[in-house]
Structure formats: structure tokens, C-alpha cells
């Protein structure tokens, strides 16, 4: 069975920093893809950066690029989310999520596993 579980999140005023962790378990050794989703109050669910295990490949969205880097630790079956430069905007429930394969790597359906998702606040 698959788990995926993240941690790392809190209250952080803006400027600050946070690092996202999320672990998975099962089998993992498929995945072909692990990132992060994150759902405002009152919004949709946005894409917010992925990372290709094969590769090291990393993909961000727009509105995170230059200020959050994703990573992995392969033999670990962990992936981070270093988050720079918070503004009050990035408030969010966080989700883990995880493909086994596929070239669309920016919508929901991409995605296979979810985590169960981590707050995180920042204050202006």
C-alpha cells in the first residue's frame, strides 16, 4: 500500500522560510514523478513544483519559481520542498503527490497518490 506523509509545515510571516518534507512508503520504486499540490481557502487545487526521479528533472509553476526548490532523496523515498521568500499569498494546504508514469505532470488527474496535506500560514 501506498502512504505518502507530509510534514514541515506551520506559521511563518512573510519573508520567512519553510521546508516541506514527504515521505512515502509502499511501493515506491515505480514512481516516475513526486512533487507537490497546494489548495488555497476558496480555490482549486494548483500545481506547485514536481521532480523526475530519473533524471532529477524539476518543474516549477510560475508563481514559485525563484523562491521554492523541490528535491529527493532517492534512497530515502523522501521529497523537499525548500520554500524561500514566503508571501502572504503561498498560504495553503500542501498535498504530496506521486505518478507512476506520464508526460502531463501539471493537473490533478496526473497524479496517483496523495498525501493527506500540512498547513502552512504566512502572515504579513
Known amino acids: 500500500q501506498v502512504q505518502l506523509v507530509e510534514s514541515g509545515g506551520g506559521l511563518v510571516q512573510a519573508g520567512g522560510s519553510l521546508r516541506l518534507s514527504c515521505a512515502a512508503s509502499g511501493r515506491t520504486s515505480n514512481y516516475a514523478f513526486m512533487g507537490w499540490f497546494r489548495r488555497a481557502p476558496g480555490k482549486e487545487r494548483e500545481f506547485v513544483a514536481t521532480i523526475r526521479w530519473s533524471a532529477g528533472d524539476t518543474y516549477y509553476a510560475d508563481s514559485v519559481k525563484g523562491r521554492f526548490t523541490i528535491s529527493g532523496d532517492n534512497a530515502k523515498n523522501t521529497v523537499y520542498l525548500q520554500m524561500n521568500s514566503l508571501k502572504p499569498e503561498d498560504t495553503a494546504i500542501y498535498y504530496c503527490?506521486?505518478?507512476?508514469?506520464?508526460?502531463?505532470?501539471?493537473?490533478?488527474?496526473?497524479?496517483?497518490?496523495w498525501g493527506q496535506g500540512t498547513q502552512v500560514t504566512v502572515s504579513s
Open positions: 503527490v506521486s505518478a507512476m508514469g506520464g508526460v502531463r505532470i501539471t493537473r490533478p488527474q496526473d497524479y496517483d497518490y
